[in-house]
């Protein structure tokens, strides 16, 4: 799924409200041919269904051609993240403080953290989470297709814990894993 504000692009742009089937074929033929993009595609886009792959590159530049930029670096201002991974993951530890971190999962799930320094993370955005804005968390690895795993939630400056006085992490995309990921470095 693509970020929320993306979302709200192509619903300005198309005029459309995506409350049923025919606005998304009218949005498929709204493409140029060379960056068409079917009906189910950008259902998945749009998280109206799911799917445990992420977008191809190609497929995103398409929705930023779409959007009148030349790629979907430029349209977003994140740089996707590469590392010695095959997969697109980094370490938190590598995370400069102020940076933020984009990840997206199934089925319409979308977050925004800050970096804060020593694998800490506040929560910026959440769409339609258990981890809310302002939450601080703390988190070791990034990892594309696989699960997020947050070690520890601070609340209201409390650690979370359960009835017994357990310490709670959160686990983003348990079944699918993450389905986009970026990061924006602090500048």
């Known amino acids: 799924m693509i970020s929320p504000s993306i979302i709200a692009m192509i619903r300005k742009k198309s005029g459309l409200d995506f409350n049923n089937a025919k606005d998304f074929e009218v949005l498929s033929a ?19 269904a799911k799917s445990p792959i992420a977008p191809r590159k190609t497929t995103l530049d398409a929705v930023a051609h779409y959007l009148d930029a030349p790629s979907w670096e430029a349209l977003t201002g994140i740089q996707p993240v590469e590392s010695d991974w095959v997969e697109k993951a980094f370490f938190a530890d590598e995370i400069r403080e102020g940076s933020f971190v984009e990840a997206s999962w199934f089925p319409d799930r979308h977050i925004v953290l800050q970096c804060i320094g020593e694998n800490r993370f506040r929560v910026t955005q959440s769409l339609n989470g258990k981890l809310q804005p302002n939450d601080e968390v703390v988190i070791q690895s990034f990892r594309l297709q696989y699960p997020l795993q947050v070690l520890q939630v601070m609340r209201n400056g409390e650690i979370v814990r359960d009835a ?24």
Do not use: C, H, W
């Open 30 to 48: 709204s493409f140029p041919p060379s960056d068409r993009l079917g009906v189910n595609t950008l259902k998945r886009l749009m998280g109206y």
């Open 164 to 187: 017994a006085g357990n310490e709670l992490g959160y686990v983003a995309g348990r079944q699918n894993g993450l389905t986009e990921l970026f990061i924006k470095e602090a500048s």
